[in-house]
């Protein structure tokens, strides 16, 4: 009798047959629990990323008037051509390097499928990538999901910022990839120049690749101290080894439009598109037109570090007056707190009180670790309207 057959089995019953799961140590994301717990207690949703304002109206517009247009069939496999040019263009405007339009540079269904996409294109079975905690959700199951093994190397606790020996003792003949993220989520911690120069230092003498989440590269702060986004396309030798990730869902205030690119050099898109072209092959056409037309308007996004630091001060000026600690907001639109005057409970646990008897949501910073590393820190979203942020804060100041 074959297993097919076997009395009681799922071809002979015909139940669900069984999945032996790729990803074991993978659940419910804590950003669907803690939005759904807000939900349930009517909370004020700190907790995950994304604005709760609308867009440019002359953006809807612009993509609006492609679809009147009839842009609505498939558009190239690598973006339309118009779209990768004005991208080309704001590259080499603000970190001096020209990427070529048709063969550099891929528009994506947002930066997390850009992320998966270049580790499926270059990580093999057995092959190391390191990650640099606390991360990205993403970054982890990516690279298992190609067969990789995750080498986990801590940011400095309490600073966050980037330790290089230990980033430097991570690589082995194995080491495939890293992945940087700056600025950094959850962090807020922008890299420094002399923190690209470090990197740049170590990967030369290697066959290591670097994919760099740039997601939030209009989102630095405090330019007059000197601080300003340092892209790995400004350093010659991270940009000849960087797929370099990027969002206009996170620039534009769209982020369900999902919708990225990915700029890296020619051989290196080859192996990329190859992935691309059958894990989502294209892009919804009359939104990259849209953009296309939006990207004229240079304003939207050089104005923008004011108009989140605004934000950021707004919201630091109020928690002043609570008990919580303020870690430094470097970039992003996050906000990290020290809750060890506020509460004897872990981050998660804090986290979930805070929102059901204090009506606010915020994420335990222990999520982005793998081992749940807890040092009674939590972050906070300031991309919300002024009045969310006084409610909120309205609330936290009963604490």
């Known amino acids: 009798m074959t297993p097919a057959t076997i009395p009681g089995t799922s071809a002979q019953t015909g139940g669900t047959p069984q999945v032996k799961t790729k990803l074991p140590a993978v659940g419910t994301t804590i950003f669907t629990v803690m939005s759904g717990l807000a939900a349930e207690h009517h909370a004020v949703n700190l907790g995950q990323g994304f604005p709760d304002f609308d867009c440019d109206p002359s953006l809807i517009d612009a ?22 040019e004005a991208i080309s263009s704001k590259i080499a405007a603000l970190h001096g390097r020209h990427y070529d339009a048709d063969s550099e540079i891929t528009v994506t269904a947002g930066a997390t499928q850009g992320i998966i996409t270049a580790i499926l294109a270059v990580v093999h079975a057995g092959d190391e990538v390191i990650v640099l905690e606390p991360c990205y959700d993403s970054y982890a199951p ?34 495939r990839a890293i ?50 986004h340092c892209s790995a396309a400004r350093f010659p030798g991270l940009a000849a080894r960087a797929f370099i990730v990027s969002s206009f869902g996170k620039t534009y205030h769209v982020t369900g439009w999902k919708i990225g690119y990915v700029a890296a050099p020619a051989s290196l898109s080859a192996e990329f598109r190859k992935v691309h072209q059958f894990n989502v092959f294209t892009v919804n056409t009359p939104m990259q037109y849209g953009l296309a037309a939006f990207m004229d308007k240079r304003s939207a996004y050089l104005e923008l570090p004011a108009f989140y630091q605004r934000k950021r001060d707004l919201f630091r000026e109020g928690l002043a007056g609570t008990r919580f600690g303020l870690l430094p907001s470097e970039g992003s639109y996050f906000q990290c707190v020290d809750i060890s005057r506020v509460s004897d409970l872990g981050e998660a646990d804090f986290c979930k009180w805070l929102t059901a008897d204090f009506g606010v949501a915020a994420i335990p910073l222990s999520a982005f670790y793998a081992d749940g590393c807890d040092q009674r820190v939590v972050r906070f979203c300031f991309a919300k309207k002024d009045e969310t942020l006084r409610a909120a804060l309205a609330c936290l100041a009963k604490l």
């Open 142 to 175: 990516n690279i298992e999901l190609a067969g990789g093994f995750v080498v986990r190397v801590p940011l400095t606790p309490g600073t966050f910022r980037p330790d290089f020996d230990r980033i430097a003792g991570a690589i082995t003949p194995k080491t």
């Open 179 to 228: 992945i940087v993220n700056s600025p950094h989520n959850p962090s807020a911690t922008v890299w420094s120049a002399a923190d690209m120069l470090r990197l740049q230092e170590i990967l030369t003498p290697t066959e290591v690749l670097l994919i760099s989440d740039e997601v939030y590269e209009h989102m630095v702060f405090d330019a007059d101290t000197g601080r300003a």
């Open 63 to 84: 993509v609006t008037q492609a679809m009147k247009q009839g842009l609505n069939q498939y558009p190239p496999m690598t973006g339309v051509p118009v779209l990768r």
